[in-house]
């Protein structure tokens, strides 16, 4: 749960661009502004597909618009459909998937027309379940091309401005900006990594979609050797499977006027990226938890990226110390007592030992999350108590599961300090219960 968790998890690669126009303003706009949702540092806003709201994960690492998740939407109509094959992050084989054109995205008064979208028919291939809402798609390079886009991450909005010279000179009084690359329709930048003390030059992708602070690719030539202190870990899921790989700590990361000290970095392991056309020189990617330490402005037109600092910027780097993430499992009817605001003597009469006694309470029911164990990291707290990867949960610290969001749940499994966590599951219809203590392997 986790990348995000994919939970910091998740990342894919697609396929070769056709020649889109991306999106474009209805005549007289030349600013809209979007809200989203912020869920373990990704982005998620509404667009309309054929004119069927659908919810997207905005994601400057990837090149295509990809669906997925459509089994409740089968009223979108797409056109010109073939079938193709689907090949990305992961180590497995590709998966088979539809190619789409002429269809119709548009966010308010913001539309791309003739836009060629790819549509993954494996149901399991599921975001939602992982965030806890309803995700059906995944947008990256069309939606930033043509203008000039703000993730505001204080204010949980994206702000897009029409690309000219008084926009971009109004952004360049506020934020700072830094150079970057576009190839292959995705941005880079080049920044600096202290694995150890050495500073080693690093071109890395940005990376919004990807939840963890920063990716490297182990090259012991180069350097990006992968530190002694470090653990293995499920890192997210992609079009081939599962990427797995180690995690672990470096003493720096800093990119232009920029530093961070002791960020966490994934090292994903060569057979989950073996299907990666990577461009020249690439090193590694810069995530969302380094992103979302700004306020930032995406100018892909210009090569720029304008960032300026925000209240997240202090923050420390966390990682999950259980071992253990969770799914959404689906939804439950729950019981609730709800006080009713009434006048007095004005609700339910009851005699209790010959006396009148007034009743302002109403039972209702509720639909509440059910929460699955989707992996359990081997010797994490977490495996040696003895959770398993199927385990329904019952309740966390003695309080119900479905009391908590995902997020609530990462936060509490991230926690800086070495706490104690409790876990009641349901395991092949018995009723079990696990303690551990969350534990900083690095």
Same mark, same amino acid.
């Given at each position: 749960?986790?990348?995000?968790?994919?939970?910091?998890?998740?990342?894919?690669?697609t396929?070769?661009?056709?020649?889109?126009?991306?999106?474009?303003?209805?005549k007289?706009?030349?600013k809209?502004?979007?809200?989203?949702?912020?869920?373990?540092?990704?982005?998620?806003?509404?667009?309309?597909?054929?004119?069927?709201?659908?919810h997207?994960?905005?994601?400057?690492?990837?090149?295509?618009t990809?669906?997925?998740?459509?089994?409740?939407?089968?009223?979108?109509?797409?056109?010109?459909?073939?079938k193709?094959?689907?090949?990305?992050?992961?180590?497995?084989t590709?998966?088979?998937?539809?190619?789409?054109?002429?269809?119709?995205?548009?966010?308010?008064?913001?539309?791309?027309?003739?836009?060629?979208?790819?549509?993954?028919?494996?149901?399991?291939?599921?975001?939602?379940?992982?965030?806890?809402? *309803?995700?059906?798609?995944?947008? @990256?390079?069309?939606?930033?091309?043509?203008?000039?886009?703000?993730?505001?991450y204080?204010?949980?909005?994206?702000?897009?401005?029409?690309?000219n010279?008084?926009?971009?000179?109004?952004?360049?009084?506020?934020?700072? /900006?830094? /150079?970057?690359?576009?190839?292959?329709?995705? *941005?880079?930048?080049?920044?600096?990594?202290?694995?150890?003390?050495?500073?080693?030059?690093?071109?890395?992708?940005l990376?919004?979609?990807? %939840?963890?602070?920063?990716?490297?690719?182990?090259?012991?030539?180069? @350097?990006?050797?992968?530190p002694?202190?470090?653990? &293995?870990?499920?890192?997210?899921?992609?079009? %081939?499977?599962?990427?797995?790989?180690?995690?672990?700590?470096?003493?720096?990361?800093?990119?232009?006027?920029?530093?961070?000290?002791?960020?966490?970095?994934?090292? /994903?392991?060569?057979?989950?990226?073996?299907?990666?056309?990577?461009?020249?020189?690439?090193?590694?990617?810069?995530?969302?938890?380094?992103?979302?330490?700004?306020?930032?402005?995406?100018?892909?037109?210009?090569?720029?990226?304008?960032?300026?600092?925000?209240?997240?910027?202090? %923050? *420390?780097?966390?990682?999950n110390?259980?071992?253990?993430?969770?799914?959404?499992? @689906?939804?439950?009817?729950?019981? &609730?007592?709800?006080?009713?605001?009434?006048v007095?003597?004005?609700?339910?009469?009851?005699?209790?030992?010959?006396?009148?006694?007034?009743?302002?309470?109403?039972?209702?029911?509720?639909?509440?999350?059910?929460?699955?164990v989707?992996?359990?990291?081997?010797?994490?707290?977490?495996?040696?108590?003895?959770?398993?990867?199927?385990?329904?949960?019952?309740?966390?610290?003695?309080?119900?599961g479905?009391?908590?969001?995902?997020?609530?749940?990462?936060?509490?499994?991230?926690?800086?300090? &070495?706490?104690?966590?409790?876990?009641?599951?349901?395991?092949?219809?018995?009723?079990?219960?696990?303690?551990?203590?969350?534990?900083?392997v690095?």
């Amino acid at each position: 749960m986790r990348r995000i968790l994919f939970l910091g998890f998740f990342i894919v690669f697609t396929l070769v661009i056709f020649g889109q126009g991306g999106f474009q303003f209805d005549k007289g706009i030349n600013k809209v502004t979007i809200p989203f949702q912020h869920i373990n540092n990704l982005i998620f806003i509404p667009i309309n597909v054929n004119g069927v709201e659908l919810h997207f994960l905005l994601d400057t690492g990837v090149e295509e618009t990809i669906l997925f998740s459509m089994e409740d939407k089968k009223e979108v109509n797409f056109y010109n459909v073939e079938k193709i094959q689907l090949r990305g992050l992961g180590s497995e084989t590709s998966i088979e998937g539809l190619k789409s054109t002429s269809n119709t995205l548009d966010v308010k008064w913001l539309k791309s027309l003739n836009h060629l979208v790819y549509i993954v028919l494996d149901q399991s291939f599921n975001l939602s379940s992982h965030v806890g809402i *309803p995700v059906n798609g995944i947008i @990256g390079y069309n939606f930033f091309k043509n203008n000039l886009v703000e993730v505001n991450y204080t204010k949980k909005r994206i702000i897009v401005y029409a690309e000219n010279e008084k926009n971009r000179d109004r952004i360049g009084k506020k934020f700072e /900006p830094v /150079p970057i690359t576009i190839e292959r329709s995705k *941005p880079y930048l080049m920044g600096k990594v202290s694995v150890s003390t050495a500073e080693i030059p690093a071109k890395l992708l940005l990376d919004i979609g990807n %939840s963890d602070a920063i990716w490297l690719f182990e090259n012991k030539e180069r @350097g990006l050797a992968i530190p002694a202190k470090n653990f &293995e870990d499920y890192l997210g899921k992609g079009f %081939s499977g599962d990427v797995e790989g180690k995690r672990a700590q470096i003493s720096k990361f800093s990119f232009s006027k920029f530093d961070f000290k002791n960020p966490i970095v994934a090292f /994903p392991d060569s057979s989950s990226i073996q299907n990666v056309k990577m461009v020249q020189d690439r090193a590694g990617s810069v995530g969302a938890e380094i992103l979302r330490r700004f306020n930032l402005v995406f100018d892909y037109s210009n090569k720029q990226l304008f960032l300026k600092k925000n209240d997240n910027y202090g %923050s *420390p780097f966390k990682y999950n110390k259980s071992g253990v993430e969770l799914q959404h499992y @689906g939804l439950q009817w729950v019981q &609730e007592t709800v006080r009713l605001e009434t006048v007095p003597y004005k609700g339910t009469i009851t005699i209790e030992n010959g006396a009148i006694v007034q009743s302002n309470f109403r039972y209702k029911f509720v639909l509440k999350p059910i929460y699955l164990v989707a992996h359990v990291r081997k010797n994490s707290p977490a495996a040696i108590s003895g959770l398993q990867k199927g385990d329904v949960i019952v309740s966390i610290n003695n309080r119900p599961g479905y009391d908590y969001s995902l997020e609530k749940i990462n936060a509490l499994l991230k926690s800086e300090e &070495e706490d104690w966590i409790s876990f009641e599951v349901e395991r092949e219809s018995q009723i079990l219960k696990f303690k551990f203590q969350l534990q900083n392997v690095l």
